[in-house]
Nanobody, 120 residues
């Protein structure tokens, strides 16, 4: 089995920062793209940022310049550094990874989600 475990969410004041982490564990051969999504109450899940296995990144327009996605391939971990947080960034943040298992089965995995709340 392969799992994604997220950490780092919490409550922060507007203008503050948080760093999310998501670690993949289990029978992993390799991980292709890793990404962060978020879902606010009453809204659909949206892409925040994505990073390829070689470090190419892409961001949603509203996150550019404030959020930074990075990864440590040796630790099978992806990070999301969030700066200048706004109340509208309040959401459950989900990690996503395109995992190839040692059995050569490709699995699109989701983490359990971590709550980020930004107070005004």
């Amino acid at each position: 089995q392969v799992h994604l475990v997220e950490s780092g969410g919490g409550l922060v004041q507007a203008g503050g920062s948080l760093r999310l982490s998501c670690a993949a564990s289990g029978s992993i051969f390799s991980i292709d793209n890793m990404a962060w999504y978020r879902q606010a109450p009453g809204k659909p899940r949206e892409l925040v940022a994505i990073i390829t296995s070689v470090g190419n990144t892409n961001y949603a327009d509203s996150m550019k310049g404030r959020f930074t996605i990075s990864r440590d391939n040796a630790k099978n971990t992806v990070y999301l550094q969030m700066n200048a947080l706004k109340p509208e960034d309040t959401a459950v943040y989900y990690c996503n990874a395109d995992v190839l298992t040692v059995a050569r089965v490709r699995l699109p995995l989701w983490g359990q989600g971590t709550q980020v709340t930004v107070s005004s």
